[in-house]
């Protein structure tokens, strides 16, 4: 259907889960297999979602994975502000993050409408 590699908040979602892998390890080490695990799989599902979609056969199908991976944009956001809230991190270290978030999750609402429309 679509080349993945060439969509924008695909590109955008990789960089993210870089970013993301990158402040996991400031986290304790206590939390390897917990907080850190879930929020390198949430991340991660974001990109892999959209590639996902991106190679099904349908634009309805393509907008399913589009939209589980804006749930798990939101669930990763949820988790960073956890970090926080945890005192693991503070809010500084995680506001670029959170922001990508956000942009991404625009993003891919507006190709989802955009899809939606062709």
Same mark, same amino acid.
């Given at each position: 259907? !679509?080349? +993945?590699? *060439?969509? !924008? &908040?695909?590109?955008?979602?990789? $960089? /993210? =889960?870089?970013?993301?892998?990158?402040?996991?390890? @400031?986290?304790? $080490?206590?939390?390897?297999?917990?907080?850190?695990?879930?929020?390198?799989?949430?991340?991660?599902?974001?990109?892999?979602?959209?590639?996902?979609?991106?190679?099904?056969?349908?634009?309805?199908?393509?907008?399913? +994975? /589009?939209?589980?991976?804006?749930?798990?944009?939101?669930? @990763?956001?949820?988790?960073? /502000? /956890?970090? =926080?809230?945890? $005192? +693991?991190?503070?809010?500084?270290?995680? $506001? &670029?993050? @959170?922001?990508?978030?956000?942009?991404?999750? *625009?993003?891919?609402?507006?190709?989802?409408?955009? =899809?939606?429309?062709?």
């Amino acid at each position: 259907m !679509n080349q +993945f590699e *060439n969509l !924008n &908040v695909w590109k955008k979602s990789m $960089d /993210l =889960v870089c970013e993301v892998y990158k402040l996991m390890k @400031l986290l304790p $080490d206590n939390e390897r297999y917990g907080l850190i695990s879930q929020i390198k799989r949430c991340s991660v599902s974001i990109p892999s979602n959209i590639a996902e979609g991106a190679g099904r056969n349908s634009s309805k199908e393509f907008i399913h +994975f /589009l939209s589980i991976a804006n749930g798990s944009t939101c669930e @990763l956001e949820t988790q960073l /502000l /956890l970090t =926080v809230k945890l $005192d +693991f991190i503070n809010k500084d270290q995680i $506001d &670029v993050l @959170l922001n990508s978030c956000r942009e991404i999750r *625009n993003m891919n609402y507006s190709l989802q409408r955009s =899809v939606k429309q062709s």
